[in-house]
T-cell receptor, first 114, second 113 residues
Framework: GAVVSQHPSWVICKSGTSVKIECRSL??????MFWYRQFPKQSLMLMATSNEGSKATYEQGVEKDKFLINHASLTLSTLTVTSAHPEDSSFYIC??????????FGEGSRLTVL | KQEVTQIPAALSVPEGENLVLNCSFTDSAIYNLQWFRQDPGKGLTSLLL?????REQTSGRLNASLDKSSGRSTLYIAASQPGDSATYLC????????????FGKGTLLTVNP
């Protein structure tokens, strides 16, 4: 299966600042990556689908100007939370689709906005 | 809109017991269904993937079944061990142009030594 790495694994920032989270596919060229968000005791919710070389597709209710996604290469997608606020505090996790349709996930990035 | 429900929300068993985790989904038109394990504060580890044309998949002590017509999947864990303690998530994949996973809230499993 694909090996997916996220960085940073956790980050604390002040309200109003921007935070960038990286998702790397270490052994697989991924034209598509998926970004999920998980609030405590809740299900993972798909935020957006990141497409290499083109614009991301956002799920309903997710602000594209607040959650900037860049998929500049087949191995790297980044999620930038702009002007973060305490309600953006969450666990952000990316995934890559394998050859058989199986999804492989990164270790996640926990964001805490003070 | 697909909805995925997992029952029970939490389960505590003694070591060595066999157990079944349940997952149900409302839309039977799925591409595949995947079971994951999530340890506290960690990412997801893929356990088993069942394609829509398959009935079950096995890996070691784990066996997952899929009944599309009834909208159900089960994850069977044999001879449970304390190391199996984690949250188990199931997710259905719509596939096609609407490719995405819909997750249940998970079952928190505790295996007591």
């Amino acid at each position: 299966g694909a090996v997916v790495s996220q960085h940073p694994s956790w980050v604390i920032c002040k309200s109003g600042t921007s935070v960038k989270i990286e998702c790397r596919s270490l052994d697989f060229q991924a034209t598509t990556m998926f970004w999920y968000r998980q609030f405590p005791k809740q299900s993972l919710m798909l935020m957006a689908t990141s497409n290499e070389g083109s614009k991301a597709t956002y799920e309903q209710g997710v602000e594209k100007d607040k959650f900037l996604i860049n998929h500049a290469s087949l191995t790297l997608s980044t999620l930038t939370v702009t002007s973060a606020h305490p309600e953006d505090s969450s666990f952000y996790i990316c995934s890559v689709e394998g050859l058989t349709g199986e999804l492989f996930f990164g270790e996640g990035s926990r964001l805490t906005v003070l | 809109k697909q909805e995925v429900t997992q029952i029970p929300a939490a389960l505590s068993v003694p070591e060595g017991e066999n157990l079944v985790l349940n997952c149900s989904f409302t839309d039977s038109a799925i591409y595949n269904l995947q079971w994951f394990r999530q340890d506290p504060g960690k990412g997801l580890t893929s356990l088993l993937l069942i394609q829509s044309s398959q009935r079950e998949q096995t890996s070691g002590r784990l066996n997952a079944s899929l009944d599309k017509s009834s909208g159900r999947s089960t994850l069977y864990i044999a001879a449970s061990q304390p190391g199996d303690s984690a949250t188990y998530l199931c997710a259905s994949n719509s596939g096609g142009s609407n490719y995405k996973l819909t997750f249940g809230k998970g079952t928190l499993l505790t295996v007591n030594p």
